[in-house]
């Protein structure tokens, strides 16, 4: 009997996430979604999958996610780590809760999901995580300012992480998307990306899909850029 393989996605009710758990079904996954709207679980209903409705701010929520895979799959091959947004606002006058919360928002619900999971995939001798950033976590702007900092944390994460988790065959890797078609389109910011296009959530989730699969095998430890050649900060 073929094994079922499993991803769970946690802020998966809309956007790339989203993209991501269609994207994950089709290529066969069974799929469960963390969401704090609610959508996250109506979706995976509808690809038949499990949902919990929940913050990736939560350990109790991601908990159950975890929870309800293994009591229906028995096993988590694949771990999307997204993500919500903060407030943006001039770079020193983000008062020091703020920092907080884009720490908790940006990293924090990464190394959660990730704690959660790793030791299943560890005992399964395998599995991959893919964590959803930003072009301007290497590319930092004036525009995000605890996105890009916080993220470019987490790309340290993720060189530790592997370091110590890859000999399990857990592989690891970051998706920076640049302007995506998720955002409202704004013409000046169109015209700083030499496709002179907004990225698709869908490319971005065929992305997140390759790095899923076995023809990424040995792609590891990466912040792999989706943002149309977008090369300086706006």
């Known amino acids: 009997m073929a094994v079922e393989k499993v991803a769970l996605i946690t802020a998966g009710g ?5 993209a991501t758990a269609r994207r994950l079904a089709e290529d066969g996954f069974q799929v469960g979604i963390l969401s704090s709207s609610g959508k996250g679980e109506a979706l995976a209903q509808e690809l038949g999958g499990v949902g919990v409705t929940g913050s990736s701010q939560c350990l109790a929520d991601l ?4 929870d309800l895979a293994q009591a229906r799959w028995g096993r988590v091959d694949v771990l999307i780590n997204s993500t919500g947004h903060e407030p943006r606002a001039p770079l020193l006058s983000l008062a020091d809760e703020r920092w907080l919360q884009g720490t908790d928002t940006y990293l924090q619900s990464v190394i959660r999901p990730t704690r959660l999971v790793a030791p299943l995939m560890q005992a399964q001798r395998g599995g991959v995580i893919v964590n959803l950033s930003s072009a301007w976590a290497v590319d930092p702007s004036a525009l995000f300012p605890t996105s890009a900092l ?10 530790i ?10 592989r690891m890797n970051n998706v920076l998307p640049g302007w995506i078609d998720t955002l409202p389109v704004w013409e000046e910011r169109r015209t700083t990306v030499p496709l002179q296009r907004y990225g698709q959530a869908a490319e971005v ?3 997140i899909a390759f790095l899923a699969s076995e023809g990424a095998g040995y792609i590891n430890g990466q912040n792999l850029r989706v943002d149309g050649g977008l090369a300086l900060a706006t």
């Open 63 to 66: 908990g159950r996610l975890v």
């Open 205 to 207: 989730a065929a992305t």
């Open 161 to 170: 992480f592997i370091d110590s988790h890859s000999r399990h065959n857990i």
């Open 150 to 159: 916080v993220r470019a944390g987490l790309a340290s994460f993720t060189r």
């Open 14 to 18: 809309t956007g790339i996430a989203a």
